[in-house]
């Protein structure tokens, strides 16, 4: 495994590639707001400009749960290229729609075919003003290179 494909392999990296940087909170595309590296703020958090060591801190606890619930939820054997696209899934989409998602239930029957084609069915988000299911670019981008790592260990 190269060097590139060992990046690819960390949740870390992958996560602060998907998601890019912000100093400033802003609302996400589904209208949550959002601050360091696709930090989710709960209500109580001040909307105040933070630092990237800040940015790192809040990520560490983030991947933290999502590491967690991924390997509590997932009962079989996968590779670490595996939990790192799966922990890049739960992180964004939440360790909620991981428990219960078919791309979970699949995984642990054992069918890693059927999981890895339940990434690309990720790829939507709720719109804050119409409520309707919107399909992303950008999410539908992220799942094929979650899927890609899933598969291949590599994008």
């Known amino acids: 495994m190269s060097a590139a494909d060992d990046a690819l392999c960390n949740p870390v990296g992958l996560v602060m590639d ?16 959002t601050i360091g590296y696709g930090h989710l703020m709960a209500d109580d958090e001040p ?11 809040l990520l ?6 999502a590491t967690h619930a991924v390997r509590k939820l997932v009962t079989v054997h996968i590779s670490a290229c595996q939990e790192a696209a799966l922990v890049s899934f739960t992180f964004n989409e939440g360790i909620e729609a991981f428990t219960e998602s078919t791309l979970l239930r699949m ?6 075919r059927g999981a ?6 990720w790829n939507k988000y709720r719109d804050p003003e119409t409520h309707k299911l919107v399909v992303s670019k950008g999410l539908t981008k992220r799942r094929a290179k979650e899927r890609e790592i899933f598969v291949n260990g590599s994008a």
Not at 60 to 65: E, F, G
Not at 116 to 121: D, T
Request: charged share 30%.
């Open 107 to 112: 995984l642990n029957k054992g069918n890693l």
């Open 47 to 57: 909307r105040t400009e933070i630092t990237r060591e800040e940015g790192r801190a």
């Open 116 to 121: 890895a084609k339940q990434f690309p069915r």
């Open 18 to 33: 998907f998601e890019g940087w912000s100093a400033v909170p802003y609302r996400d595309i589904a209208g949550h707001w």
């Open 60 to 65: 560490r606890a983030d991947l933290a749960a």
